[in-house]
Structures are given as C-alpha cells and as structure tokens.
C-alpha cells in the first residue's frame, strides 16, 4: 500500500474520532437517530478542524446501511466503504474555488434530479463555497430551497461572511470551533503512541501552538518532526525545524526584565541571534508565555493557562517577581513592540532596545513610594507657607496709598510686528520672545494679570528684554521692579538680561498683592523642583504643568 501522509492516514472515520467538535457531532448523531436530518449543511471553522471531514461522516451516518445504535457509521458495510475511499458514484465532491461559474452549478441542477444509484441519498460537497461566483449563488439558491427528497448539500468554508444572506437562511449552520492546545497535543501524543515513535510533550505543545488551533497543521509539522528527528519528536527538533528559540533564553529574558537586569536580558536577545533563530517569533513566544504568567498572576490558578506541567511550574514561579500591574504594563508594551519588530527589517535592534527599555520599568512599588513621598512633601510645603505667611504677612495699603501704575497710553496692538512705543522699536515674533512666554504663564492662573502683563510697553532683542512701566512715584519706592526681575530671570534662567523703566504718571495697574501672589507662585515652583518626590517624579517622565495657589 502506498504510503499515507499523517493527516490521512489519521482521519478521523466516526464522529467520535474528531477532536473537540463534540457540540457538534452531538447534534448530528441526534439528528441522524431521529430522522430530522436537513437538506442544507454549512460547516464553517479555520483551516484543518474537521469540516471536509465530518461531511464525510455525516455522509457515511445517511446511507450507511447497518447504522449503530449512538449514530455511528458502521465503516464496514458497501456504502461506507465507498465513501471512506472516495469512490462513491453518489457522493459528488466540489471545489468551489476551481468550480465557482454558472455553468458549473447548472451542471449540478441537470444531474440532482436523478436518484441515487446504490445509497440512500445523492450528496453534494461544495469545499470553499464563499469561492462561487454572485451569479452562481443566484443560480443554486432555488435547488438550496427545494433540493430533491432524496438528495443533501453539505456546503464548507472557511470564510461564511463572504456567503451571501440568501443562501445562508437556507443553511442549517454548524461553527466549528479553534482546536485548544490540550486538544491537539493529546492527539498527537495519541498517534506518536500508536506509531511507536518516542517523544517529549513539551515539543507537542510546541507544535499545537505553531499550528494555531488547525488538527492539520499540527499533523504536517508533526510528519516532518519525526522524518527529521529519526522517528523522535524533542523540544531540540522543534528548534532545528521550526526556528524557535530555546526556552531557557525566552524565559531568562522574562526573568531579567522582573529582576531589572538589563545585561543578561540583551544577553540573551542577542544569543537568540548569534544561533540564527527568528527574533519575530522569540518576540511572539515572549508574548504568549507573558499572557500566561498575567493569567496566573490575576487569577491565581493555571485552569486557565494551556502548557505542559513544567511550563506550568515556571509560569507559577516567575509570576511572584512583580505584581499583576507591573505583568499587565509588560505584556501591553511587548505587544506594541512585537507589531512593529515583526515588520522591521532592524529586527534586532528593536528587540534589544525592547529589552532594556523593559528592564529601566518602575514597578508599582516605585509608583507608591513616589506617592507616599509626593504627599509628606505636599504637607510639608503647605506648612512652611502658612509660617512664612504669618511672619511676613502685613496689612495691605488702601489703594490711595499704593504707588500708581499704568501702561504708556500709546496704544500697541500685540500681534503688530516692529511698531515704534516711545520712539523705540519693538521686536516680536521673528525671534525668541520670552516676555509673552513669561506672561502667558499666568494666563490659565490669573487671567487678569496675564492681560495686564500682555499690555506693557517692551523692547526685546537677542541678549536684553526692557520693560516700562508708569507710576505716580518719583522712583521704585516699593521694589515692584525688584520683584518682576526675580520672577522673570527665575523663568529665562540667564538666557536674556531684564530691566525696568519706571515713568511718572498716570494710573496704576498692578496691586501690590498680585505681585506678590506672582512672586508667592514662583516660589513654591521653586521648591517643589527641588522636592526630592518631584525629581523623582521628573526622572520618571512626569511633567509640571502648573503651580495653583491655594
């Protein structure tokens, strides 16, 4: 006899045999048992999880001849035989990709009409129907309504959203569902039992997962494992054939980035590479063992994690060197990393720079000591302002008594470029204006003193900014200039020189209590970036976006 690949040769003959459809091959055991079979069957599942199979069952359960009391083909009397070999003149096989024209369906009306030769029902197998063509499927709806007593479609795909409404309402559907790792690895193990082949059921996990849910895929993977290992399937093969990296590598990169160690994480990224396994899929196995130590980490039990028992033992173990926070921060970083270290040709680099930009990670830990920090240093501020409040504080002068300010009554509209104020040239936005930042940050604070600032005549090249402002004094008899000169070269931190033209004259503007209040904001912002909490806060990428008075 000719020799079988795995994948036929372990077909599945009953519906018993097929792995992990049990809500459906039920259904259809019961329908069979009950005579309330359908004229329309749509199997609809991913790749390899037993639709073209189960229609052969369920084909074999409707004309089998010597039908068993569960529903069960019997596999041994002339019908059965037939259709298991495929040479049943009443079982008509259709590849809908290759046979998707009107002609081909028309073929189909002009032959259904004849009985069925030697079995119970003339069957048609339409594989990959969502390949028909539109008109095709309007050429077949009216047979799909009304097919023959003695004749049942029995119609497979991998894609049902592409089948037009009309005919799925015609359909009695059944979803197969995605294989589970346990499902596959048990069979595999199975037919490596029954094949006398020695192996290691970490390698068959291994497979499971490469053929993503799909019995098939797993089986062909598993054929060529055992032609390349010499009839052993070991975790050592699985690496040689398909690429993957060496699990103590993958898992010493998750336990270094817990641990913050950085140079044993690139070194294992990069042994990685010097053996010529595929960084892309490293990443995704980084991915898919991180979603398992989440799983345990949150719900404290491997129920719902698929992998063998050692797996299982180091998920567990490596789940107690962070918290569930810190895990979940991880695991959305290296899924946003995978997308784009995938589809890089620099594959490496950005997998290394992955890894050490995971190990210089705060835990959360970190976050609470910075919190607990951000509010001693919080309550200390407050009570140093009150104190020095109640020493310096004095009572205000009554507005007559207050020197008087006031902007020159020339008129400069602020987004004029080189307007003359006093016979002087103003320079504006062609370069740096650190005036109109300065005053723009009390804009969201004080909106009022913001406009008052904004108002000032000013002259601003590249080294000075010069100010003038009117009073009814004869000189700066209170320190306003004073003040506005700290709270300015606070802000440029030496970048320009500040001064202060004072003119007699007019009304005032400013209050003594607002520049104090500016003076007051400027302090405590001060003192804040010189908090220990706030620089650690600035080192962990926070920001200051404002100082609010109480």
Same mark, same amino acid.
């Given at each position: ?188 193990? !199975? ?78 990224? #990069? ?12 990443? #995704? ?230 520049? #104090? ?17 706030? !620089? ?8 200051? !976006? ?5």
């Amino acid at each position: 006899m000719a020799y079988q690949v795995v994948a036929r040769k372990w077909r599945p003959q009953r519906f018993d045999e097929v792995v992990g459809q049990d809500h459906v091959t039920s259904t259809l055991k019961y329908a069979i048992l009950n005579n309330r079979t359908a004229p329309v069957y749509l199997f609809t599942g991913i790749r390899g999880t037993g639709k073209t199979t189960l229609a052969r069952i369920l084909v074999k359960a409707l004309n089998c001849t010597d039908l068993q009391a569960d529903g069960e083909p019997c596999n041994k009397c002339e019908c059965c035989r037939e259709i298991s070999e495929g040479r049943s003149p009443d079982v008509v096989e259709i590849d809908g990709a290759s046979n998707n024209s009107v002609d081909d369906v028309r073929d189909i009306k002009e032959n259904i009409s004849y009985s069925p030769v030697k079995s119970k029902f003339k069957v048609y197998i339409i594989d990959e129907v969502h390949m028909l063509s539109k008109s095709a499927f309007n050429a077949l709806l009216k047979t799909l309504e009304e097919p023959p007593a003695h004749s049942v479609f029995i119609l497979a795909t991998t894609d049902p959203q592409k089948i037009p409404t009309t005919v799925l309402s015609r359909c009695q559907r059944y979803d197969l569902k995605r294989l589970s790792l346990d499902d596959v690895a048990k069979q595999l193990a !199975k037919i490596l039992d029954a094949e006398q082949r020695q192996y290691d059921m970490e390698a068959l996990y291994a497979i499971a997962r490469e053929g993503e849910g799909s019995m098939r895929d797993s089986q062909t993977i598993l054929e060529q494992l055992v032609t390349f290992g010499g009839g052993k399937v070991t975790e050592s093969e699985i690496s040689m054939i398909l690429g993957a990296s060496d699990k103590k590598q993958l898992r010493g990169i998750i336990e270094s980035i817990a641990k913050h160690d950085s140079v044993a994480a690139v070194t294992f990224a #990069r042994d990685i590479y010097k053996n010529g396994k595929s960084i892309e899929k490293a990443s #995704r196995d980084i991915l898919s063992l991180l979603h398992g130590i989440l799983l345990f980490s949150e719900l404290g039990n491997g129920s719902f994690i698929e992998a063998p028992a050692e797996e299982l033992e180091w998920i567990k173990s490596c789940s107690q060197l962070a918290s569930t926070p810190d895990w979940t921060r991880l695991f959305r970083f290296w899924n946003g990393e995978y997308e784009g270290i995938k589809s890089s040709d620099f594959a490496l680099m950005l997998f290394e720079v992955a890894v050490i930009t995971a190990c210089s990670f705060p835990t959360m830990n970190d976050f609470r000591s910075f919190a607990k920090n951000i509010s001693s240093a919080a309550s200390a501020m407050t009570q140093n302002v009150q104190v020095a409040e109640k020493k310096t504080a004095e009572p205000l002068k009554s507005v007559q008594n207050q020197p008087q300010i006031q902007a020159k009554t020339e008129k400069r509209p602020l987004d004029v470029e080189n307007e003359n104020i006093a016979g002087k040239p103003v320079e504006n936005s062609v370069k740096e204006e650190l005036w109109r930042d300065f005053a723009a940050t009390f804009k969201d604070k004080d909106a009022f003193l913001y406009g008052r600032l904004m108002s000032l005549p000013y002259i601003e090249d590249e080294k000075s900014v010069s100010v003038t402002i009117t009073t009814t004094l004869n000189s700066d008899g209170d320190g306003f200039s004073k003040r506005l000169k700290t709270l300015f070269d606070n802000f440029v931190q030496g970048r320009k020189e500040f001064s202060v033209d004072f003119k007699k004259g007019g009304e005032s503007i400013f209050t003594e209590d607002e520049l #104090r209040r500016m003076e007051d904001m400027e302090r405590r912002k001060k003192e804040m970036t010189e908090s220990g909490a706030v !620089k650690t806060a600035l080192e962990m990428g926070f920001e200051i !976006k404002g100082v609010f008075a109480e």
